[in-house]
């Protein structure tokens, strides 16, 4: 079933290739959307797809390297909007 994930990562994740590392990890699963740098210092993912999918990359994204630096995160499950043609780095607007 597809679904919207929402994640906001929260700890020490600006500033330590995050979003870089988000973005390679992205490209071993089905998954489409975006990851960016928020202004307080969180780091946002959208991603949809395949359910199973995307709580794989999520699990990824927790077991990474970036582990050390994630104090704590949130989590959404929503509806897919279909907006997403692949996985980008977003610097604010969407593509």
Not at 29 to 47: I, R
Not at 50 to 57: C, D, K
Not at 61 to 76: A, G, M, T
């Amino acid at each position: 079933m597809e679904k919207r994930l929402e994640a906001v990562f929260k700890g020490r994740v600006q500033g330590v290739g995050f979003r870089y590392t988000v973005d390679g990890l992205s490209k071993k699963f089905e998954v489409k959307g975006f990851v960016k740098n928020l202004p307080d210092g969180d780091v946002q993912v959208v991603a949809e797809g395949e359910e199973t999918e995307l709580s794989a990359f999520l699990l990824a994204i927790r077991n990474s390297n970036l582990k050390n630096y994630i104090r704590d995160f949130e989590i959404e499950w929503k509806s897919p909007t279909g907006e997403f043609n692949d996985f980008f780095i977003s610097s604010g607007g969407l593509r």
